[in-house]
């Protein structure tokens, strides 16, 4: 799949590497400079310094904030961040809240090698987690355990705008959408631009309680559910195709004990 062909470490990398080097090293003169000031102002009396003018004494805590965002730059960068589900994106974001690993060169190459070559794998898995919902039949274990069809019925999906009509539930419900769209982007090899399905439901469903665009067409109801059509039968098959190929890995049992 071309996705996982075009997913690679950028050289943009080596530049974000550079780039929080310089930084930290900006970030320590700074703070010299600052200390420069402060002596040189207490020698007039105390409480001279602007407290705007200091820095955070934690430079421990002023690096690691700088880690996290560089890793978040760096999935964007890379791609990665579109092979991973609402699940994936939690566990990182988790891993980063904790205790984020340093940015350097060292853990960079062996996050992003790593990555690169279970690729197709975390796809895989993200394809399974966003779609096996929408059916029960995974369960039964029959030939084809697990095949979305064209037509599907998505429950606690949509519920009153603060404004008029309704709307797509925020939080898990959105989440939902928003990884569907990102795998059907993906299979198509085409950029996925987050909550873009979402907010062109939303639209629509303010004034009426039907969507449809060239991938979905879609009826919204005030119980809560919503009946989605895939308009794209290549891409769905395609859909189908990586829950296979999941199964085919060895996936079923995890499937039966979900």
């Known amino acids: 799949m071309s996705i996982f062909t075009n997913v690679a470490v950028t050289t943009k990398l080596t530049d974000l590497l550079q780039a929080r080097d310089d930084a930290l090293r900006l970030i320590a003169d700074a703070r010299r400079l600052t200390d ?3 002596n040189l102002l207490s020698q007039y009396g105390p409480y001279l310094m602007p407290r705007g003018a200091e820095l955070p004494d934690d430079e421990k805590r002023v690096q690691s904030e700088l ?11 890379t791609g990665f961040k579109q092979l991973m589900d609402a699940q994936a994106v939690a566990e990182f974001e988790k891993s980063l809240s904790s205790s984020p690993a340093e940015f350097t060169d060292a853990n960079v190459r062996a996050t992003f090698i790593d990555l690169r070559l279970n690729a197709s794998e975390m796809f895989r898995r993200g394809v399974f987690n ?15 355990p697990f095949r979305i069809g064209r037509k599907v019925v998505m429950s606690w999906m949509v519920g009153p705008s603060y404004r008029r009509g309704l709307c797509i539930k925020y939080g898990n419900s959105a989440d939902k959408l928003n990884d569907l769209d990102r ?3 993906t299979l198509e090899g085409k950029s996925f631009q987050p909550r873009t399905l979402e907010s062109a439901m939303n639209a629509a469903f303010e004034q009426s309680m039907v969507f449809e665009d060239d991938y979905y067409r879609a009826k919204a109801f005030k119980n809560g559910n919503l009946h989605l059509e895939f308009k794209r039968l290549d891409l769905l098959e395609k859909v189908n195709e990586e829950i296979a190929e999941f ?7 995890d499937a039966r004990a979900a």
């Open 36 to 38: 420069l000031a402060k």
């Open 67 to 77: 880690d996290c965002s560089m890793w978040r730059r760096a999935f964007d960068l």
């Open 130 to 144: 966003v779609f096996r919902y929408l059916s029960d039949d995974y369960r039964t274990n029959a030939v084809e």
């Open 183 to 185: 795998v059907f982007k």
């Open 247 to 253: 199964y085919a890995g060895g996936a079923l049992p």
